[in-house]
């Protein structure tokens, strides 16, 4: 079965501008979650995503949002990039409602100069 | 949010020998999942635990699953040199953070040859 892939691996934007990327999880999983990962701050949760729906969202200012579709991908977007949006974005996905398990891909790395 | 706290920061150790990390959470968490992540990569999930006193091996690799329920443990025995990585727990609460995990800041584990 093949794992979590996100596009695209790496970025590089300039302040001001916005971003989208992109979460295709293992099949059959139906949870995507999405991390921000800094050297300052560690894996910071930003929201999660089932069955087309947002259930929770961590605690990130309303420039970042994401969608899910009906095939499970997902997507995030970042506008108004800030330089401190400079990080790696993880995507996870998990079976379902019951399942904590997450799978995570490569990461795609975005830096804002 | 809740606190992870993981310890040590960094251990750097002679290949052959035996290595101990742990976790712990400001709260009870019903789930405890330790994950390694390498250079450029997502992190991988190594071990999931689900029940409180729970003991769960993964090859050289064992983990358990407090009973006070505010913490976890990994070790990690006769270390190679392929297990060089950052080791991060993660644990949810399955309260009202469906679908969110959250992270300690990891430990770097050195092992030379």
């Known amino acids: 079965k093949a794992g979590v892939t996100q596009t695209p691996r790496y970025l590089i934007k300039t302040r001001g501008q916005q971003v989208t990327l992109s979460c295709s999880p293992i099949s059959g999983h139906r949870s995507v979650s999405w991390y921000q990962q800094t050297p300052g701050q560690g894996l910071q949760f930003l929201f999660e995503y089932f069955s087309e729906t947002q259930r929770n969202k961590g605690n990130f200012p309303g420039r970042f949002s994401g969608r899910q579709f009906s095939n499970s991908r997902s997507e995030m977007n970042v506008s108004t990039l800030e330089l401190g949006d400079s990080a790696l974005y993880l995507c996870?996905?998990?079976?379902?409602?019951?399942?904590?398990?997450?799978?995570f891909g490569p990461g795609t790395r975005l830096t804002v100069t | 949010g809740q606190q992870l706290n993981q310890s040590p920061q960094s251990m750097f150790i002679q290949e052959g020998e035996d290595v101990s990390m742990n976790c712990t959470s400001s709260s009870i968490f019903n789930t405890w999942l330790w994950y390694k992540q390498e250079p450029g990569e997502g992190p991988v999930l190594l071990i999931a635990?689900?029940?409180?006193?729970e003991l769960t091996s993964n090859g050289r690799l064992t983990a358990q699953f407090g009973i006070t329920r505010k913490d976890s443990f990994l070790n990690i025995s006769a270390s190679i040199p392929s297990d060089v990585g950052i080791y991060f727990c993660?644990?949810?609460?399955?309260?009202?953070?469906?679908?969110?995990?959250?992270f300690g800041r990891g430990t770097q584990l050195t092992v030379w040859p």
């Open positions: 635990l689900y029940k409180a006193g």
């Open positions: 993660a644990g949810n609460d399955r309260g009202s953070t469906l679908g969110r995990l959250y």
């Open positions: 996870a996905s998990s079976y379902g409602t019951a399942s904590y398990e997450q799978y």
